[in-house]
């Protein structure tokens, strides 16, 4: 099999792999089903390691106009506990980043094809709904929080429902969330509020599938009145909901084939509320395009098994962090320590990956 490795799905981990692969001469092939700018379901905060490995790729988030988050903000009812982030973050919508990405792949030199929806694999060979089919030496499968028919992952981490929508800040909302990222606390999830680069506020929702009724993000907020009630004033005018089913959390590939490397959700799914997710995509896919450079098709398992082992403490706090979160008896416990000095930085710190090497 030879020609360029193919990329399936154009996120930030599959655009991320396309820059490095293209910068190092061997330009990939990635295929992207949506046709323009989209915003998938997510919070849009990006921690200073997205902001390290991001500038490694030469993109610029302050003149994309991210907004500059420099404070986390729990709130559990009336408790709230509020503390500095040991270094700058950012808030971006992913419309924007995504563009930005997958343009830099493009100037790198990458093929990327947008429209094209992969519908199945086989190996190293991907169907696509045109009914053609490609193979490639190497299969950089970056789709994300969407399964691929042929390499699903499997289906026994809990599964969440994230829900997204933006409010157009006012005065009050934007005084309130200047420079700060906004996390509520709910029986069985959280909602994380911040300002993103249009001045509106994202609002992002990870929960138990069990409380989304049929109504969809409005009825949820709604049923929320007595639980989050600064949380629901806060969302007034939310519009534009979007949803995504099945999140498996705590998912981490650590095997693979040869020639069939996993990236982003496909290879780690940390828990959303440490918004560490696009890092590990960018982080997974300087990784494993440098194993395919120096290693070939062999060079997968290789890249699997070792970024499995430093994905291994982010997702393994944060899925703690989920756990005493989301259990209203547990939270009194959770909000005491969280009030201590230096705890709110020390699990920011402690559920990073780290910048792209
Ligand atoms: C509720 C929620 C909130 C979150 N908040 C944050 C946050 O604030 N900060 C953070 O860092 N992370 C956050 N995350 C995590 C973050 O969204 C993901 O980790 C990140 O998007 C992973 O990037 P990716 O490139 O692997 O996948 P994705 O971003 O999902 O991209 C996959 C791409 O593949 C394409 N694709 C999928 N299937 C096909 C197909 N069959 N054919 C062709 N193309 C296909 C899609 O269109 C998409 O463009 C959140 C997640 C959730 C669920």
């Known amino acids: 099999m030879s020609g360029p490795a193919l990329i399936a799905g154009g996120g930030p981990a599959g655009a991320a792999a396309a820059i490095a692969l293209a910068r190092a001469g061997r330009p990939p ?88 929806t992969i519908r199945r694999a086989e190996g190293r060979t991907l169907h696509l709904a045109d009914g053609s089919a490609l193979s490639a030496p190497a299969l950089f499968l970056a789709t994300g929080k969407h399964e691929l028919r042929g390499l699903a992952r499997p289906a026994r981490q809990p599964r969440s429902v994230g829900l997204r929508a933006t409010i157009p800040a006012g005065a009050a909302l934007t005084r309130a969330l200047a420079g700060t990222i906004e996390l509520h606390l709910l029986d069985g999830g959280y909602a ?11 609002l992002c929702l990870s929960i138990d599938p069990a409380r989304v009724e049929a109504g969809g993000g409005p009825a949820l907020l709604g049923a929320l009145t007595q639980e989050a009630p600064l949380l629901v004033e806060r969302a007034a005018g939310a519009a534009g909901w979007s949803a995504i089913a099945g999140v498996p959390y705590g998912w981490l590939a650590r095997a693979t084939e040869p020639g069939l490397f996993r990236l982003g959700d496909q290879a780690a799914v940390i828990a959303s509320l440490a918004g560490d997710g696009v890092a590990i995509a960018l982080a997974g896919a300087g990784h494993a395009a440098a194993a395919w450079l120096r290693h070939g098709p062999a060079g997968a398992p290789l890249h699997q098994r070792r970024f499995a082992a430093r994905a291994a403490r982010p997702l393994g706090v944060a899925g703690l962090a989920r756990f005493l979160a989301e259990r209203p008896a547990l939270r009194p416990a959770a909000m005491a320590l969280l009030g201590l000095p230096g705890a709110l930085p020390l699990l920011a710190r402690a559920t990073r990956i780290g910048a792209a090497q």
Request: overall charge negative; charged content about 25%; proline content about 4%.
């Open 192 to 202: 994380g509020l911040l300002l993103q680069e249009d001045g509106r506020a994202n």
């Open 29 to 116: 092939l990635l295929l992207e089903r949506t046709r323009e700018a989209h915003d998938p379901v997510c919070g849009g905060f990006l921690g200073w390691d997205a902001l390290a490995s991001l500038a490694r790729l030469g993109i610029d988030v302050d003149a994309l106009g991210a907004h500059p988050i420099r404070r986390v903000r729990i709130v559990a009812g009336e408790h709230v506990a509020e503390a500095d982030l040991p270094r700058p973050a950012a808030g971006l919508s992913r419309r924007t980043l995504d563009e930005a990405l997958l343009t830099a792949a493009t100037r790198a030199g990458a093929g990327v094809e947008r429209g094209v």
